[in-house]
Nanobody, 125 residues
Framework: QVQLVESGGGLVQAGGSLRLSCAAS????????MAWFRQAPGKEREFVAA????????YYADSVKGRFTISRDGAKNTVYLQLNSLKPEDTAVYYC??????????????????WGQGTQVTVSS
């Protein structure tokens, strides 16, 4: 059974940084893509960033490009999201997800098969 556990969220001032972690267990994750999505109150869940199974390819939403960095540690079955230059509009619950199949868009939540419980990120102005 796949389990994804996010950590690292918190309260930070605008301009600050956070590092989110997602620890995965329950299968071999060396050949799957992983991603981060977020959902703010009253809004739909939106794509933030994704990384291919090899780690060679990364994908970002325009709103976070240049500020956020996704990475993965295969040995630890962990994916990270470094959040820099945070803005109040980045406030949301951040979710980790796993995409088991090669098909499907990295940007579409429907392409992902397993989700974590989420970690809250709050950015104060």
């Amino acid at each position: 059974q796949v389990q994804l556990v996010e950590s690292g969220g918190g309260l930070v001032q605008a301009g600050g940084s956070l590092r989110l972690s997602c620890a995965a267990s329950g299968r071999d994750f060396s050949s799957v893509a992983m991603a981060w999505f977020r959902q703010a109150p009253g809004k739909e869940r939106e794509f933030v960033a994704a990384i291919s199974w090899s780690g060679d390819s990364t994908y970002y939403a325009d709103s976070v490009k240049g500020r956020f960095t996704i990475s993965r540690d295969g040995a630890k079955n962990t994916v990270y999201l470094q959040l820099n230059s945070l803005k109040p509009e980045d406030t949301a619950v951040y979710y980790c997800a796993v995409k088991l199949l090669m098909s499907g868009s990295y940007y579409d939540a429907l392409s992902y098969d397993n989700w974590g419980q989420g970690t809250q990120v709050t950015v104060s102005s």
